[in-house]
């Protein structure tokens, strides 16, 4: 499975930007996709995830409300709509898949087996 994340750059505090994650992945089976970020020196964090069968979604508590997670069955590709962005949002966005996981490991980065090159969000004030 080959991942391909895109969308990152800087971005002025209050915009929004649109990441999108291509997978190579096509199966008829469950998966779920999520997005996590890193800064310098911190581990990564989860942002949001997506089950790409029934479309349910898990999001961290500092991005509810501003972020939204989606899929797209055609281009086989999953988006992460920011929004409001703010300063503390800047970090390296990494998207990876997962075949069957159960929600509460939806969050643990090391869930995941696959994972994107990572996209730069710069969130200046």
């Known amino acids: 499975v080959q991942l391909q994340a895109s969308g990152g750059g800087p971005v002025q505090a209050g915009g929004s930007l649109r990441l999108s994650c291509a997978s190579s992945?096509?199966?008829?089976?469950?998966?779920?996709v999520g997005w996590f970020r890193q800064t310098p020196g911190k581990e990564r964090e989860f942002v949001a995830a997506?089950?790409?069968?029934?479309?349910?979604?898990s999001y961290a508590d500092s991005v509810k409300g501003r972020f939204t997670i989606s899929r797209d069955t055609t281009e086989n590709t999953v988006y992460l709509q920011m929004n409001n962005l703010k300063v503390e949002d800047t970090a390296v966005y990494y998207c990876?898949?997962?075949?069957?996981?159960?929600?509460?490991?939806?969050?643990?980065?090391?869930?995941?087996?696959?994972w994107g090159q990572g996209t730069l969000v710069t969130v200046s004030s």
């Open positions: 997506i089950d790409w069968n029934t479309r349910h979604t």
């Open positions: 990876a898949s997962e075949g069957t996981l159960i929600r509460s490991s939806w969050s643990n980065p090391t869930a995941y087996d696959y």
């Open positions: 992945r096509r199966t008829s089976g469950r998966y779920v």
